[in-house]
């Protein structure tokens, strides 16, 4: 009896992009780029047939070049159009122009933009398209958009909407949606595009019944996988961050019932070994760098050596470098940042305006505070408290400080083995000034903001990038810490 034939389909899958569209040298090498990314895909198009092959975005495909900077989003948005992607999310940085501009940027997308969970408030509508189905390989799909609840508070600084707008529940909402549409009884594939983060999609699959969802495909936590997460049987993925690599699944479906008989998961790279590039995508990226170039070629400084930022679990050289000038630069005790400030791979020895904009996109406010280091010290406590992860994964997010400051935190204890100043164990009584970017105060830590120390807090600069280049413009072999010993966490 002749074995039945099944329909081999492929599912693709990117999350926080970031305008990440050149390509890096990695020893012989040439990994990441978005023309190299494109060119995969097509790749994989044209060997599988493209009824064959679908390709999603888990949100934040905006902030982290010049280029997407200088054209608002615009430019990132026509580049994904070359890439054809099937359905994406919104992430919390498809919202850094404004809400008002991300409707705008929806309507010039060739993609489905969907999401289920923000509301406008009052009218207890949507504010985007909640899902999208699409057939592959003679399957419908059922794809839903979900984003992180903590864009609640980045919605109040939109003066103009931010206000009546609401983000709900993630699991309440996507059950809604598999009540009104159907999930795997109906589909033959249910797949969440997620952008809550990997811990909350731990939570979030807690909360759905396996038998009506078939995956989580995350993003938001920059989380690079080995393997699928299985949590109450369903599958959580994530493909880290930037076009450096790619998710994978690959699954074969009986074509008379049309359901999924198996599957694997894997993370491609994408380099010059593997991927060609797409010179449609090179030539746009090309024009789009050539046209601000002349902008942003001023020199800056030259650093004693280059500042790296590979990992975001460690201060770096780069990191330590921002907290360490502006500590200097407003005559600050100690400068605290989220690592997740910086978004370049590094830059130097020699520094352009261009290096420091892709580094430092957000440019936002610098704030203020005077508490002694016993409160400082509670704030960092609560926030190892509250933020468990897998330290050892080079993409999970800590705190950064400025250089005269060192602390051992263990993950078991809970608490810190030793919390030094200047070598010596801080004075707890002692009253210190501490700078704080605009995302400890005002977005999604809740350790440092307004309402953890009530009048406390005051902005001393609106834009830190700035005075950066202002506080290193035209010095020469500036010192990087590449190889501080500021922090560590143990086990």
Known sequence: MEEK???????????????????????????????????????????????????????????????????????????????????????????DYGIAH???????????????????????????????????????VLFIGVITPEMTKQLLHDASIGRIIEVRDPAEEVNRILDEVGGLERFGAVMILSHIGL??????????DPDRVGGIIGGHSHTIMEEPLFVNDIPIVQAGTGTGQIGRFDFWTDPDTREIVRYKWQTVPIDSDLCPVDPEIETLVDYLSRDVDNRY????????????????????????????????????????????????????????????????????????????????????????????????????????HSAGWKYTYSVEKDDFLEFLRNGEEADEDALISVGLVNYLVSSTSGYFGEDMIP?????????????????????????????????FIVD
């Open 5 to 95: 034939k099944l329909v081999h389909s492929i599912l693709l899958h990117s999350n926080d992009i970031h305008a990440d569209f050149s390509s890096r040298q990695n020893n012989e090498k040439l990994t990441g780029g978005i023309s190299r990314l494109s060119g995969y895909i097509k790749k994989v198009r044209e060997e599988a047939g493209g009824d064959k092959v679908v390709y999603t975005i888990s949100g934040d495909m905006f902030r982290g070049s010049v280029v997407d900077s200088e054209y608002l989003g615009l430019s990132t948005a026509a580049i994904i159009n070359h890439l054809k992607p099937d359905a994406v999310c919104i992430g919390n940085h498809e919202i």
């Open 102 to 140: 991300s409707l705008l940027l929806e309507r010039v997308a060739d993609f489905p933009v969907i999401n289920c969970n923000v509301y406008i408030k009052h009218f207890n509508k949507r504010l985007y398209q909640p899902y999208y189905i699409k057939e592959i390989g003679g399957t419908e």
């Open 199 to 208: 811990d909350a999609d731990i939570e979030l699959a807690k909360k759905l």
């Open 297 to 400: 070629s001023e020199h800056v400084c030259t650093l004693a050596e280059r500042a790296v930022n590979e990992v975001r679990n460690a201060p770096t050289g780069l990191t330590c470098l921002l907290a360490d000038t502006l500590a200097e630069y407003h005559g600050l005790d100690v400068v605290l940042m989220n690592a997740g400030a910086a978004r370049s791979f590094g830059m130097g020895p020699e520094v352009t305006r261009r290096d420091v904009t892709e580094a430092f996109p957000y440019n936002e406010a610098l704030y203020k505070t005077v508490i002694t280091v016993r409160e400082f010290k509670n704030r960092l406590r609560r926030f190892f408290e509250n933020n468990r992860r897998d330290w050892k994964d080079p993409h999970s997010g800590v705190l950064v």
């Open 455 to 487: 009048g406390k807090i005051r902005m001393i600069s609106e834009h830190y990038a700035d005075d950066f280049m202002d506080a290193l413009s035209g010095c020469t072999d500036v010192p990087v810490h590449n190889d501080n010993d500021r922090l």
